[in-house]
């Protein structure tokens, strides 16, 4: 039985846990939506500012969102192969 991994639900590791936060509840507002348009996935003026602020920090880049997923499908990989 494979378990869950403690970053699953994660967009990323921005090295900050409440950027870690914020990008968990992003990408979980993403799939739940099938939305990337912020004010949408936002809901509310607070959450949009949230998510906007998230985005625009120097430490969430795409290189660190892509390293992660990689990591994730690396885990699920030999979960999934390790009988």
Do not use: C, Y
Not at 42 to 50: D, I, M
Request: glycine residues 10%.
């Amino acid at each position: 039985m494979m378990t869950a991994s403690p970053d699953e639900g994660l967009l990323g590791r921005f090295g900050d846990e409440r950027l870690n936060r914020v990008g968990r509840d992003f990408l979980a507002a993403m799939v739940s939506q099938r939305s990337v348009n912020i004010k949408r996935l936002g809901g509310s003026r607070s959450q949009e500012v949230r998510f906007g602020r998230f985005l625009h920090n120097e430490d969430v880049t795409v290189a660190a969102a892509l390293a992660h997923a990689a990591d994730e499908s690396d885990v699920a990989r030999r979960g999934a192969t390790s009988w």
